[in-house]
């Protein structure tokens, strides 16, 4: 069984810039969210996709969006990055009834 | 809103020694109640889990009961190793919209010396 996936696993980017965090959920799960970790933090949510549809967003603007595919993968775009969005970005898949999550390794952004 | 309060770290213990992380939350409902450990450079894996009250989670030796008269979920471990030095999280399920998320602690840092 695969689990959770990330790429790429780190990224530095300039203020003002955009960029795209890729996963690939674990065989079997047709859900993925999204969590923002800063550092020294706890995770926070900021949105989940199922049927490649986004069906709840936390509190982040809406220059964070995301896509989710057929095959279930899904991606993170965030535009016109500012300082503060430094963060380990987590994807995580499961099960559309389920609440327990699995996480992938994360992707580790630093916007300088 | 929902929200989870975990004890503050760095927690720093002997090889063998007792371990108890302290978790409580505030929640509307019951929400099913959760402990992540992550370990340097990676990301959250599931420790165990609670759905309902009364229900003791365990794995690997870690235990934790879901208490709601006293909203707790404390992590427990009879004898910790230098391995399970790590980072741990306590979180409770929440909805937003139709979404199932996690609402996360802050983390408490173990360290475990030998």
């Known amino acids: 069984e695969t689990g959770v996936t990330q790429s790429p696993t780190h990224l530095i980017k300039t203020r003002g810039q955009q960029v795209t965090l890729r996963c690939s959920s674990q065989?079997?799960?047709?859900?993925v969210s999204w969590y923002q970790q800063a550092l020294g933090q706890g995770p926070q949510f900021i949105f989940q996709?199922?049927?490649?549809?986004?069906?709840g967003r936390g509190n982040f603007p809406p220059r964070f969006s995301g896509l989710q595919f057929p095959n279930y993968s899904s991606e993170l775009n965030v535009n016109a990055l500012e300082l503060d969005d430094s963060a380990l970005y987590l994807c995580?898949?499961?099960?559309?009834?389920?609440?327990?999550?699995?996480f992938g390794p994360g992707t580790r952004l630093t916007v300088t | 809103g929902n929200s989870v309060t975990q004890m503050e770290g760095p927690v720093t213990l002997s090889e063998e020694a007792f371990l108890t992380i302290n978790c409580t939350y505030t929640?509307?409902?019951?929400?099913?109640l959760f402990w992540y450990v992550q370990y340097p450079g990676e990301g959250l894996q599931l420790l165990l889990k609670?759905?309902?009250?009364?229900d003791k989670g365990s794995n690997k030796g870690f235990e934790a009961t879901y208490r709601k008269e006293t909203t707790s979920f404390h992590l427990e471990k009879g004898s910790v190793q230098v391995s399970d030095s790590a980072v741990y999280f306590c979180?409770?399920?929440?909805?937003?919209?139709?979404?199932?998320?996690?609402?996360f602690g802050s983390g408490t840092q173990l360290t475990v010396l030998p």
């Open positions: 995580a898949s499961s099960l559309p009834d389920r609440y327990e999550q699995y």
């Open positions: 979180a409770l399920s929440d909805l937003i919209g139709s979404a199932r998320q996690l609402t």
């Open positions: 609670a759905t309902k009250a009364d």
């Open positions: 065989s079997g799960h047709n859900t």
């Open positions: 996709y199922y049927r490649e549809e986004e069906n």
């Open positions: 929640a509307t409902g019951y929400p099913s």
